[in-house]
């Protein structure tokens, strides 16, 4: 009977929808893992062994004049840049089970070094970085920090530009890397120029964040 079949196909769509994904299922489909076919592989700029560095779809700044922008970057190809790991993780601070102590640290010493030859490249052209990380364990979502090269005159308006726009979206600010639930539930973390500490917007559980916040 129609309706019967129509049922049943619900029922299989509802429970498709509710299935706990693979890892292969994830990474296939994930927009920053290597695995998945459809990966914008013309982007990326450099392979080491744990991570990657690739441009920014749709960069927040751009080395070529345009009638809109407010800005050029003195960067070549405009410098916003992705650090990715190779691995599928959620975030940069805790180590999954997945991996083992000595891949884990690894994979941090290569993020840094490519923090350091961005922060050399920026610095050659007049720049510094902003670095950002959106953190949702929840999702599964592959962990990335975003770098961004900002005039070395502005550097020191960052920071309160920044907490003066958190303050004014209610987004919750502080200096410590959120802990416990908080820490699993996922955050927001941003790194100035100025030399202070990072500021850490915790993500709570279920709630909406604005992914395109840091941008």
């Known amino acids: 009977c129609p309706e019967r079949s129509t049922n049943a196909v619900n029922n299989r769509n509802s429970s498709t929808r509710g299935a706990k994904k693979s890892p292969e299922e994830i990474m296939s489909s994930c927009w920053f893992c290597l695995a998945n076919p459809?990966?914008?592989?013309?982007?990326i700029v450099a392979i080491g062994n744990e991570t990657y560095l690739?441009?920014?779809?749709?960069?927040?700044?751009?080395?070529?004049?345009i009638s809109n922008a407010d800005y050029t970057s003195p960067v070549p190809g405009g410098g916003h840049v992705l650090i990715i790991p190779i691995n599928h993780y959620?975030?940069?601070?805790?180590?999954?089970?997945t991996s083992t102590p000595e891949t884990w640290d690894n994979f941090k010493a290569e993020?840094?070094?490519?923090?350091?030859?961005?922060?050399?490249?920026?610095?050659?052209?007049?720049?510094?970085?902003?670095?950002f990380e959106v953190c949702r364990n929840a999702n599964h979502q592959h962990t990335h920090i975003q770098a961004v090269p900002i005039p070395k005159d502005r550097k020191a308006e960052i920071r309160e530009f920044?907490?003066?726009?958190?303050?004014e979206e209610g987004i919750e600010h502080q200096d410590e890397l959120p802990k416990g639930p908080s820490l699993s539930a996922g955050y927001f973390k941003m790194e100035f120029p100025d030399g202070g500490k990072p500021v850490y917007c915790p993500?709570?559980?279920?709630?909406?964040?604005?992914l395109q916040y840091g941008r």
Do not use: W
């Open 38 to 43: 459809n990966l914008d592989k013309q982007l």
């Open 162 to 167: 920044f907490v003066s726009v958190a303050n």
């Open 54 to 65: 690739t441009m920014a779809k749709g960069g927040l700044v751009t080395d070529k004049p």
């Open 111 to 131: 993020t840094a070094r490519f923090k350091r030859a961005l922060a050399d490249c920026y610095s050659e052209n007049n720049c510094v970085p902003v670095f």
């Open 90 to 97: 959620t975030n940069q601070h805790r180590r999954p089970d």
């Open 203 to 210: 993500i709570p559980p279920h709630t909406y964040f604005n």
